[in-house]
């Protein structure tokens, strides 16, 4: 399955802006991808305004997004991967979320083989009117 992250990402953008408020992102800018214009950045990260009035060509797609914005009067094509991006949320009130820094997290675990419950006794059946099991109860 494809990550969450960007269809969340792009639900919060379109909430955000729908309320009048302008979405801000939160960018871990030591990740490898990011495309910003140098010295923007403070100890690693950087707030972007991705807001419709602040950019210009802006896509919200799976692998990131893609905008131009203007910095000290010059236009530039920014780049931000979706792992980079740390929180969304509206400058206004604060609203949003937080995404964790995955870069230093264990990568999850893959399934083996299916699991079974180890203890049957607190299954329980649950019948239609012609006593064809279809359902299990587990507690």
């Known amino acids: 399955m494809n990550s969450s992250k960007s269809y969340i990402i ?3 953008h379109e909430w955000i802006s729908d309320n009048d408020c302008t979405p801000l992102i939160l960018v871990s ?3 490898q991808g990011v495309q910003i214009p140098a010295g923007i950045d403070e100890d690693g990260k950087v707030v ?4 419709y009035g602040a950019t210009s060509n802006l896509e919200l ?5 893609l905008f131009d914005a203007r910095f000290t009067g010059r236009s530039h094509n920014l780049f ?3 792992e980079s991006i740390l929180a969304i949320y509206a400058r206004e009130n ?20 299916k699991t079974k419950p ?7 059946d649950i019948t239609t009117p ?10």
């Open 80 to 82: 931000v991967p979706m």
């Open 10 to 12: 792009r639900a919060l």
């Open 94 to 113: 604060g609203q949003g979320m937080m995404f964790a820094d995955n870069k230093n997290l264990p990568e999850s675990p893959k399934p083996t083989k």
């Open 130 to 139: 012609d006593n064809n099991n279809f359902l299990k109860v587990v507690k």
């Open 118 to 124: 180890k203890n049957k006794a607190n299954i329980k």
């Open 48 to 51: 972007l305004n991705i807001s």
């Open 61 to 65: 797609i799976n692998e990131g997004i």
């Open 29 to 31: 800018s030591t990740h």
